[in-house]
């Protein structure tokens, strides 16, 4: 439980940050060739993160944090942590295992779409 939970709902959230990612350069008007070599090049689940949040992958930790925090509450940080701790041999913590499936599901579903930004 404290590696396949994690683990699963990592692949989630990877794949709502690249949803968000997809739309967000397709917006921006990158040709879809280019579009697919930057998300298949994001690896690491916050530089997923930071392209899908901000359509730039070099963002840091710190501003990945702050947009999570902004947009999905406090509690998405831990999340994201959690699910990148699952991924190592220590596992993670998973004291109410379906409060955590429900809270990655929140959060996918906030960050699969970018928000519009206004001029």
Do not use: N
Not at 26 to 48: F, S, W
Not at 61 to 69: H, K, N
């Amino acid at each position: 439980m404290t590696h396949v939970l994690p683990g699963l709902c990592r692949t989630v959230l990877e794949r709502a940050f690249s949803e968000a990612a997809w739309l967000r350069l397709h917006r921006a008007g990158l040709p879809e060739h280019e579009a697919e070599k930057t998300v298949a090049a994001a690896v690491r689940l916050l530089d997923i993160a930071a392209l899908g949040l901000f359509g730039d992958p070099s963002k840091t930790a710190g501003d990945v944090y702050r947009e999570l925090r902004r947009r999905c509450g406090p509690g998405a940080v831990d999340l994201i942590r959690q699910c990148q701790e699952g991924a190592h041999p220590s596992g993670t913590s998973m004291p109410d295992p379906r409060r955590f499936v429900e809270d990655v599901k929140a959060v996918a579903q906030t960050v699969r779409m970018p928000e519009e930004v206004t001029p």
